[in-house]
């Protein structure tokens, strides 16, 4: 099974009319993943709900929207992310009807109910991000098994066309691969060589990072090329292989302790290149962060009490609206671990 989105899209919302905007934007990622009239319908009082709450309540803020599949089941994912006042009393707010001039509040609990997953975290005078994920007709289920992710996947402000991404693919045994790519440079031929990696990712035999990253070598030799890191992740054995070529930033967070995953200079797809993997322990509810170079790596999640332990997906989403440097495609993987439930 691969995960991986097929579409993306970002709106800033800053008045009304773009409101409107995310709302067609969201409905028409939704519609070619084919979902149902009664999905389309809580999807689109989703976004009404956030955007205009990004108005109302934080002064403008950014909607980023990406629909994903895993081969089984389709989803859209929803990021709202503001630079707003935050939200004071968030269990108040929802509630439901909670709404004060300096603290985003209405509609808060209507999002959480028509949501099949969400999450939110707000500190107070430092914004909010909310997450919020609907599966299509088809149901939902668990489709990351050991793993929780969040992702942001965005392209260079005034392109349509990304030229990074991610992949994740389940093998047997508890093992998995993760792949995050950079495409050089930007637009139609960055997202060439992105969709190529992935392609590899797809159809690779399931070995070691090294040689997924020499598979990605050869598989680009027709493209512009691409940085890129490869992590094999094994559950049973509590262990992670990385290697990576390339301006891909990579950290294993477990507790107090950073440990940076060291990527080797090179291009995939172009002369000749060195890999080497190492291998981390990689215990249970350890946070794994991948980023392309469209984030600086100056992020420090101690900057944001409590969210090293809240869900990926609000992680991704506030290293990208403090970090993201604008010049460029983003993209940032966040996997953590699942702890014994």
């Not at 976004?47 to 859209?76: C, F, K, M, Q, Y």
């Not at 009393?89 to 949501?115: D, H, Q, V, Y």
């Not at 969400?118 to 599966?135: A, C, K």
């Not at 139609?188 to 990696?197: G, Q, T």
């Amino acid at each position: 099974m691969i995960i991986r989105p097929h579409s993306i899209t970002a709106v800033e919302v800053t008045e009304r009319s773009q409101v409107a905007t995310a709302r067609y934007r969201a409905l028409s990622l939704a519609r070619l993943q084919d979902f149902d009239e009664e999905t389309l319908g809580r999807l689109a009082l989703i976004v009404t709900e956030a955007a205009n709450n990004l108005i109302l309540h934080a002064g403008g803020g950014e909607v980023l929207l990406s629909a994903s599949s895993d081969g089984r089941h389709r989803w859209v994912d929803l990021l709202f992310i503001d630079h707003g006042p935050g939200i004071a009393n968030l269990g108040r707010a929802l509630a439901g009807g909670a709404s004060t001039a300096n603290s985003l509040g209405e509609g808060l609990g209507a999002i959480r109910r028509l949501s099949d997953q969400f999450e939110i975290f707000s500190l107070p005078g430092n914004g909010t991000v909310i997450s919020s994920r609907l599966y299509g007709c088809h149901g939902a289920g668990k489709t990351t098994g050991e793993v929780q992710l969040g992702t942001v996947l965005r392209a260079k402000h005034g392109q349509t066309a990304c030229g990074d991404g991610w992949g994740y693919r389940t093998l047997a045994n508890g093992r998995s691969l993760l792949l995050v790519v950079d495409g050089l440079g930007h637009g139609a031929l960055a997202h060439r060589a992105a969709e190529r990696a992935l392609q590899v990712l797809s159809e690779a035999r399931p070995r070691g990072a090294e040689d997924l990253l020499l598979d990605l070598h050869s598989g680009l030799a027709d493209t512009r090329g691409a940085a890129g890191a490869c992590i094999v992740l094994d559950a049973e054995q509590e262990s992670l292989e990385f290697a990576g070529l390339g301006n891909i930033n990579a950290a294993l967070i477990d507790g107090e302790m950073r440990r940076g995953l060291a990527s080797l200079n090179g291009t995939l797809g172009h002369g000749s290149v060195a890999v080497q993997g190492f291998r981390y322990p990689w215990p249970e509810g350890s946070l794994i962060m991948v980023h392309s170079d469209g984030v600086a790596n100056r992020w420090n999640l101690d900057d944001y009490p409590g969210l090293v332990r809240r869900h990926p997906s609000l992680i991704a989403g506030m290293v990208y609206r403090d970090h993201g440097v604008g010049r460029d495609d983003v993209a940032i993987v966040a996997l953590r671990r699942r702890g014994k439930e």
